[in-house]
C-alpha cells in the first residue's frame, strides 16, 4: 500500500520560503507520478504541481516562477520548493499519487 508523509510546512513572512517534503513508500518502483496540491480555508482543493512517471513536471499559472517539484536522490522523498511566497499560498498542501492516495498534509501560512 502506498503510503505518503508530508512534511516542512509552517509559518514564513511574504517574500520568503519553504520546502515542503513528501516521503512516498509502497511504490513497486522508482519511477512514479506525484503531484502537490492545496486546500485554502473555504476553497476546494486545487493542484499545485505535479511530476509525471518520466519525471516531466507541470505548474498552475498562479505558482510558475515560484514554486519546484523535484525528486530526492533516494527516489522515495518528493519536496516542493516555494520561494516569493504570499499570503494567497496559505493552505493545507498535500501530495498524492497518481492512483489516488493522499498525505495527511502540512500547514503552510505566509503572513503579509
Known amino acids: 500500500e502506498v503510503q505518503l508523509v508530508e512534511s516542512g510546512g509552517g509559518l514564513v513572512q511574504a517574500g520568503g520560503s519553504l520546502r515542503l517534503s513528501c516521503a512516498a513508500s509502497?511504490?513497486?518502483?522508482?519511477?512514479?507520478?506525484i503531484g502537490w496540491f492545496r486546500q485554502a480555508p473555504g476553497k476546494e482543493r486545487e493542484g499545485v504541481s505535479c511530476k509525471d512517471i518520466d519525471g516531466r513536471t507541470y505548474n498552475a499559472d498562479s505558482v510558475k516562477g515560484r514554486f519546484t517539484i523535484s525528486s530526492g536522490k533516494d527516489k522515495i522523498t518528493v519536496y516542493l520548493q516555494m520561494d516569493s511566497l504570499k499570503p494567497e499560498d496559505t493552505a493545507i498542501y498535500y501530495c498524492r499519487s497518481e492512483a489516488g492516495y493522499w498525505g495527511q498534509g502540512t500547514q503552510v501560512t505566509v503572513s503579509s
Open positions: 509502497g511504490f513497486t518502483s522508482e519511477h512514479y507520478a
